[in-house]
Structures are given as C-alpha cells and as structure tokens.
T-cell receptor
Framework: LAKTTQPISMDSYEGQEVNITCSHN???????ITWYQQFPSQGPRFIIQ???TKVTNEVASLFIPADRKSSTLSLPRVSLSDTAVYYC?????????????FGQGTTLQVKP | GAVVSQHPSRVICKSGTSVKIECRSL??????MFWYRQFPKQSLMLMAT?????????EQGVEKDKFLINHASLTLSTLTVTSAHPEDSSFYIC????????????FGPGTRLTVL
C-alpha cells in the first residue's frame, strides 16, 4: 500500500480557503485517493475521493496532477467547525483488498 | 446513503471479562468490513479485515485469539475483545465497503472501551 505524507498541522482563520497537500509517490495504478475528516471521539467522515484531475463536491475540491504522486484537498471558506484532523489515504482499488493504512493526518486549527 | 452504525457507543467493563462490539451497514451490503483501534492523539490502526462468510485477516501484531471477529452476514460484523485488560482500553472503529461503494470505506461512529 502506498504511503502518504501530509503536514502534521496547519492553522487558518475563518473565511479563508485552506489547501492541504498530500504526497503519495508510490501510488498504484488502481489506487484511488480519498480524504477523510475526523473529530475527537468520532469515526472518520468521508469528504471526497478522486482518481485523477479535479473532483468537486458540496464541501471540498480535490486536485490531482497528471502523475498522481500528490493531491491537494481544498476547503473553501473554512469555519470554526472545520477544526479537525484530515487524513489522506491511497488505496481501495480492485487490485487489493480495499485496505487503507492511516498516516498521522493533518490537524487543522481554524481560528476566529 | 452509506451509513455504518456501531453498538455500543461506549462500554466500561472489568478486567478479565469479554466485550462484544457490533458494526452494521444500514443501507448497503458490506462485502468487506474493517476494524481499527485508535489510542488518544494517535491515528487509526488497522486491526483486521473481515469478509462475509470467511475468516478475518489480522494485521501483524494483532492477536486473533484475543480479538475475535465474526462477519456472519452482509450487514453485520462483530468484534469481541476477550479477557479484556486495561491496556485494551481504546476507541474501536469499524468501516465497511460494498456494492457500488466498493472503492470507498464508510466508517462507524466508534466505540469507546474502558477496562477497569
């Protein structure tokens, strides 16, 4: 399974756009890139998933360059409630069991 | 869609007893479920992969006789912590994939286990 590298922590202010970049140099051809959000004492919540190029949903955008060795989660206009840990995961393709190995994630602190 | 539930949400037990945690996929059939453990201020650690109707596959270092996993149906997997000790106190989280959602894991809310 491909290992991911993300910044351990980030600070932002309310109303700003936040971009969290994740490196996954050993991503396999069949791997998807998935981002989760986790609040304390809760299970991770699915944010967005992509394979290549750009994906957008109602809460975030995911930018994936052509080589797929990195990805960037973009959160528009964050609020205090976006303070959480964000995990970038690679895997889930049909070539493996669907396993995901969590890294340390990025702790985002949104300040007023 | 893609809702996963866990029961109980929290449990306190005495050392030496066994505790069962249920994980259910409410609106889809989960061909595969995963069990994770998370200690305070740490990331999730995968414990095992559970496929319906077959034995679970445990990650290295996870004792299969201590953490019994049963995936008897396409909507239910259970984790039993046998002869629990204080060091087993942790946050246990399950996830599930299946059907049209086979590329995405959806997580349950977690179960807080405290062993006295």
């Amino acid at each position: 399974l491909a290992k991911t590298t993300q910044p351990i922590s980030m600070d932002s202010y309310e109303g700003q756009e936040v971009n969290i970049t994740c490196s996954h140099n050993n991503i396999a051809t069949n791997d998807y890139i998935t981002w989760y959000q986790q609040f304390p004492s809760q299970g991770p919540r699915f944010i967005i998933q992509g394979y290549k190029t750009k994906v957008t949903n109602e809460v975030a955008s995911l930018f994936i360059p052509a080589d797929r060795k990195s990805s960037t989660l973009s959160l528009p206009r964050v609020s205090l409630s976006d303070t959480a840990v964000y995990y970038c995961l690679v895997g889930g393709g049909s070539s493996n069991t669907g396993k995901l190995i969590f890294g340390q994630g990025t702790t985002l602190q949104v300040k007023p | 869609g893609a809702v996963v539930s866990q029961h109980p949400s929290r449990v306190i037990c005495k050392s030496g007893t066994s505790v069962k945690i249920e994980c259910r996929s409410l609106d889809f059939q989960a061909t595969t479920m995963f069990w994770y453990r998370q200690f305070p201020k740490q990331s999730l650690m995968l414990m095992a992969t559970s496929n319906e109707g077959s034995k679970a596959t445990y990650e290295q270092g996870v004792e299969k006789d201590k953490f019994l996993i049963n995936h008897a149906s396409l909507t239910l997997s259970t984790l039993t912590v046998t002869s629990a000790h204080p060091e087993d106190s942790s946050f246990y989280i399950c996830s599930a994939i299946g059907g049209t959602l086979s590329n995405t894991q959806y997580f349950g809310p977690g179960t807080r286990l405290t062993v006295l």
